[in-house]
């Protein structure tokens, strides 16, 4: 099959908590075929603060993405990433972000386990983040265009209504967001679906998920 033509544009590729890079490997293949320049940003949220992966992210930005135009793609804690580096900003070029699974607002899981010593050790600075309903509402909105994908095959375990397993569907919503859509799937592996890629790429192409 002969690939289409490169469109100039970069995708950067952000995995949640728990997870490395390679859970992000084939969405990330499908937008290369697609024809888009893809980076990956491995990272461990144990290892380094929320501030101290914002600025890794921005630097790979800065560093390796050689398109003129670029965008984000963040599953979980790659979405609070990447919203807390609008607080010094982006280089010029940012167009379109998607989330996927994004806890934007404190997430039921991390709220119940966070004074959890082994939670506190697996998660860092940022597992804590990620269950203080004050440190959401200082986290900046995106100033460009931004759409929300949504999963909705969770349990009731924890729950009193929709979500993904991990993240409440309502919580996925944030203001300003361009359009918003849910899935069958699952927070561990919204990624992998054939139908979220097919999402992804008429959000970075149209502003929007569906015609």
Sequence with gaps: MTRPPAREQAVILLHGMGRTWMSMAVLGLRLRNAGYEVHWFGYSPRKSTLDQLTVRLRELVENQVRAPQYHLIGHSLGNIIVRNGFQEGYRAGLKRIVMLA?????????SMMRHLRVYQWLTGDSGQKLGDDAFFRTLPVPDVEFGV????CGHRI???DANDGVVRVENTKLDGMRDWVEVDRTHTFI???AETFDLCLHFLDNGSFRP
């Design 158 to 160: 924890g729950f009193r």
């Design 191 to 193: 990624m992998y679906a």
């Design 149 to 152: 994908i949504a999963g909705n």
């Design 102 to 110: 994004p806890p934007n607002g404190p997430a039921a899981l991390a």
